[in-house]
């Protein structure tokens, strides 16, 4: 990842994940955020205009986002941004700026979570279940 454009958001999820695959096989999930800036006035706390962000992440990512999170989950996202662009049937041009999704996880300033590990293919095809790091201690 670019250290350039990175991004971090935390927000609401607007819609369950999305699954796709690529006519490669690659997995990609969709889903939207949206958060809702305050800001302090005298005394008093006013909302700003609700901001939307579509993310786009891929791979193990995807799955592992498609089966932990669903829509109303409190979540932080880090990416980076992407700009892609398009023509439409009738020749219009329309671009869109997306959040490429590097690492995805819930809020946990609003919720709980256990958090399990997945297996993982040793790159022979194997798959193996991974072990937790051993660190030592140091107090």
């Given at each position: 990842m670019s250290n350039d454009n990175a991004v971090t958001i935390i927000g609401t999820m607007t819609r369950d994940p999305e699954i796709r695959y690529t006519p490669?096989?690659?997995t990609v999930a969709t889903f939207g955020i949206?958060?809702?800036?305050?800001?302090?006035?005298?005394n008093e706390w006013?909302?700003?205009d609700p901001q939307f962000y579509d993310?786009?992440?891929w791979g193990t990512l995807a799955e592992n986002i498609s089966e932990s999170l669903q829509k109303g989950n409190r979540v932080v996202v880090f990416g980076e941004l992407e700009?892609?662009?398009w023509e439409t049937d009738s020749g219009d041009k329309r671009s869109k700026v997306e959040i490429k999704a590097e690492s995805v996880g819930p809020d946990?300033?609003?919720?709980?979570?256990?958090?399990t590990r997945n297996e993982r293919s040793d790159g022979g095809?194997?798959?193996r279940q991974q072990q937790?790091?051993?660190?030592?201690?140091?107090?």
């Open positions: 490669n096989g690659k949206a958060r809702n800036p305050r800001r302090r006035e005298g006013v909302d700003g993310v786009k992440a700009h892609r662009t946990l300033r609003w919720a709980s979570a256990t958090v095809g194997q798959r937790p790091a051993e660190v030592d201690n140091p107090y």
